[in-house]
């Protein structure tokens, strides 16, 4: 069978500035640079984002390759923490504006279309200090440094995104403690949460302000969804599998493209004395501000099951369901994350009947694997296994085009492996290896398969057993 895809359909990596530049020239830290500072036990082999992939010096051979490979799309973002100097004054670093102007550029040259995204985990420690997303006045002085990178950069770049995966901060650094600052409290949850979408449809209002006489311009945010299924049909634990739906997707989901809040989830939250501090100014905000484009992330889907026993202890999401281990889930060992690519087709589904076939494209996707150095053939990594798992993706993903689906695109999490948190370089994503000694980059089997797939019109062949596996896994 073969897969085809659209002439005009984005092949693409993405990365973040934090995981990838290093901190060269960097006059601010954020807080994973404070975390490692501090602790840096926490990190996989005691590795910060000191050095990274070293792309604040090396962006101009990674772009290069790039292009030997024919990806014509590639997201970053841009630090905060480096733009700015003074977060009051707005006082920016020279340094920095001339470091993305020149990598911005050198993307375009390529005709490689470029999206770069404003935040990705990475609040500068000093507001942090003043309370990060939990204070009103960071989500005003954030509008700010949008703005300022609008203007400076704006002639570059045409895709923009507010924020990564908005949940992550507020579950990894206010309710699971897997991230700075480590506070587990629902209500403070739900209050950065809720600042960071008010931060956000300040930034749309701004950009379409601005912008508005550009069609070309499109702004995006980029969600992690991760669609839940329930362990059976019967109405305990659909409900259960609903509720995590709306606290990890649906309460990010529903203001950025239809500008309100899913109602369960107000009353939800009603009912427990859990709702933001909010006011009518700000949700008329939020209202009338929608995206232009949506970047969806996706790793893993969610099980869940009502829960057997009373819930105990400080109040959390789990007070309403539990999770599901599903017994025939396929998982990454090396991550723990189930692979389950038919949920591809469900997003694509869900954006289709429930949000009016919104233009959409896929920002992350991928596989972390440890010691991929152990499949080293005639010099480079044999990564099979990525290389099925993308064609796995992609059927999906075509299928969902074939049924309507108005997807753009597909970029793989990510170019040169990068570093990422607390994990650090243990599990390695990219189609290019990066050798931590040297920084020497080194394309890896799946990134040959991406360029012959690409040289081959955006096209591969799929046997017949091979879909009817990926039919199977239901
Ligand atoms: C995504 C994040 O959710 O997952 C990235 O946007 C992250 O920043 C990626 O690196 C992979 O996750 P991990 O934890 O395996 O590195």
Known sequence: MKINFDKSFWFGTSTSGPQSEGWKNKKNDNIMDTWFKERPEDFFDKIGPNIASNVYSQYDEDIQMMAKIKLNSFRTSIQWSRLINNFDTQEINIDAVKFYRDYFEQLRNKNITLMVNLYHFDMPQILQDRGGWENKEVVDLFVKYATKCFELFGDLVDYWATFNEPVVPAEAGYLYKWHYPFISDLKKAVQVGYNTILAHSKTVKVFHELFK???????????????????????????????????????????????????????????????????????????????????????????????????????????????????????????????????????????????????????????????????????????????????????????????????????????????????????????????????????????????????????????NEEVEKYESIK
């Open 213 to 463: 006489n550009d069609l070309n311009k499109k702004i995006s945010i980029i969600l992690n969804l991760t669609p839940c299924y329930p362990k059976t049909n019967k109405e305990e634990d659909v409900k259960a599998s609903h509720i995590v739906d709306l606290f990890f997707n649906k309460s990010f989901l529903d203001p950025v493209i239809k500008g309100k809040f899913p109602i369960d989830f107000v009353k939800l939250l009603k009912s427990e004395n859990l709702l933001p501090e909010c006011n009518r100014d700000e949700l008329k905000i939020i209202r009338e501000n929608i995206i232009d484009i949506l970047a969806v992330n996706y790793y893993q889907p969610r099980r869940a099951k009502a829960r057997d026993t009373q819930f105990s202890g400080p109040l959390m999401p789990e007070k309403w369901f539990e999770t599901y281990n599903w017994p025939e889930a396929r998982i990454n060992p090396y991550r723990g994350w189930e692979i389950y690519p038919r949920t591809i087709y469900d997003i694509a589904k869900d954006i289709k009947d429930n949000y009016n076939n919104f233009p959409w494209f896929i920002s992350e996707n991928g596989m972390g694997v440890q010691g991929e150095e152990k499949f080293v053939k005639n010099g480079i990594i044999n990564d099979q296994y990525r290389i099925d798992f993308i064609k796995e993706h992609l059927y999906w993903l075509n299928k969902a085009i074939a049924d309507n689906s108005n997807c753009l695109g597909y970029q793989i999490w990510t170019f040169v492996d990068c570093w990422s948190w607390n994990n650090a370089y243990k599990n390695r994503y990219g189609l290019v290896y990066l050798d931590l000694e040297t920084q020497k980059r080194i394309i890896k089997e799946s990134g040959y398969w991406m360029k012959k797939m690409i040289e081959n019109n955006n096209m591969f062949e799929l046997t």
